[in-house]
């Protein structure tokens, strides 16, 4: 079981949707961390920026129209904008700014009738690993209007992902050993075995990318925005990044703190903890979500059809499904096992939006059905219904063992999951198990500068405070490790809030367009 910074992308955007009182029906059946730090830059002061008229194009992009291809991508129709297409060509290696490069796939949705143009809104949807391509495409589904009729809305694949110079080292059969892995092996034998499984994962990364594999760091991806607003003809960048986006976020601003326009970090993550920290506390994380959706259930009596006591039932599926995976029905081949089960469970924290679908997922499997927890669990891993997966995974691993500044021991990871056990009952020991990607990681290591963001206007970090994911402890962390945030809190359930309330959209909406920043602290109540 893999746990990312960002939930799948039909997972996120369903969630959003239904937050926000819209038909999320055409969703259906989707499948689909140093290098030398800049000198300060000059002290800027924030100013509401004037809106300049859209130009026929923008800067330096070849942009083509692709509409009916996003279409296909995303499963669902788009009406009242245009979605274009383009690439801008990055170095490889920015240490080597004339050597081999990349090309970084962009999409832009524009409303037809686009009204006071202010300039492009880069959107990032975290992971690492997720499709910013896919989010931008997404966008007219849930961004408030007023935000959509002022900006273009540019989506990148970042290096390593999607259509961006993809990583891909492993075959669909090896993704599903991993998937179905027991999430906490408790004899030796089958902890040795998952090890072994995830060094032939690792090595063969490191056979097929080779020199170029430590290429795929955060740093080097803030890097490439740079020249993404700069192909766009953006004087200054405007910005929402979600989960790992807000760290990716926060390494431009530091690099690049007066290009910086408007910043929305949604989800935050703590530059300075390594990965042994960060684990332990989504750990805490989802214990805490769990919790929160078990007493959810109880609440609605004879509504909840997995009973009072959510954990205990979910506790007794798990012990049944290790003694015996449930079979597939209507053509499933697979069998769900605990690796599976857990996926499921996690995916659906994310969002709470998706509760209902995982009580009746842990119901109908505890019947014999695992329909439900393939459902979760494949779009969480990003598996799709041929089979086939996504390259997201292999990014995942890629770039955060790359960005890691010490990976653990296997040794390390063995007396972490024994621990961790104790600690969070549910998630402690398959949240350990994830640290073995790095801990046999074979390439170069490549971690992101961390510091203030000097000179940069106000940027708004957002924390929710039920986020298993990204703890809302992380909120303040990042806002004052960039030295110019504002922290906004959302009393709500998931990962992620914007623009899910009235208080968060109004709020950030009319920071994106004015730059003028809530109130420091601002608390929003849950609905």
Known sequence: MTVRRSPRLSLFVVGLVAALGLSACTLSGQEGEWRSVPQAEPSVTAQPQSPTPAPTDNGKVAW???????????????????????AVAVPQDWANPTGETFSI????IRREEQRNRIGSLLVNPGGPGASG???????????????????????????GVGKSAPIDCLPAASKDSLTAANPDPAPQKEFDEQVDLWRTAANACASRYQGTLGYYSTEQTARDMDAIRDALGDTKMTYLGYS???????????????????F?????????????????????????????????????GSGCPIGPDARRTLHNVLIDVQKKPVPG??????????????????????????????ERAIAD??????????????NFTGRIS?????????????????????????????????EWRKKYPLFGAPLAMTLLSCAVWPGTHDPYPVGTALGAPPIVVVGTKGDPATPYGNTAKLANEIGTGRVVTWEGEGHTAYPQTNCIRENISNYLITTAPPPDNLDCPAN
């Open 133 to 159: 391509i896919e989010l931008a495409a997404q966008t007219p589904l849930f961004l408030p209007g007023d935000v959509m009729e002022r900006f273009d809305v540019v989506g990148f694949d970042p290096r």
């Open 329 to 358: 029905t209507g053509g499933e081949t697979r069998a769900a096992t605990t690796g599976h089960v857990v996926s499921a469970v996690t995916a659906a924290l994310y969002v709470k939006a998706q509760w209902p679908t995982l």
């Open 386 to 418: 041929d089979g086939a997966y996504d390259n997201m995974t292999d990014a995942f691993t890629a770039i955060s063992c790359t960005d890691e500044r010490n990976p653990p021991t296997v040794a390390t990871v063995r007396k972490l999951q024994t």
């Open 105 to 108: 796939a962009m999409v832009r």
């Open 64 to 86: 083509t129209d692709c509409k009916a291809e996003i279409e296909r991508t995303i499963g669902t129709a788009l009406s009242g904008v245009k979605v274009d297409c383009g």
């Open 264 to 300: 929305v970090l949604d989800g935050a993550v703590d530059p300075n903890l390594d990965g042994i920290t960060a684990s332990e506390g989504q750990a805490a994380g989802f214990e805490k979500a769990f919790n929160n959706f078990s007493a959810a259930c109880k609440a609605k």
């Open 244 to 262: 790992y986006g807000t760290l990716l976020g926060a390494v431009y601003a530091h690099l690049y703190p007066s290009r910086v326009r408007a």
């Open 365 to 378: 499997i505890a019947k014999g059905d695992p329909t439900g927890v393939f459902s979760l669990s494949d």
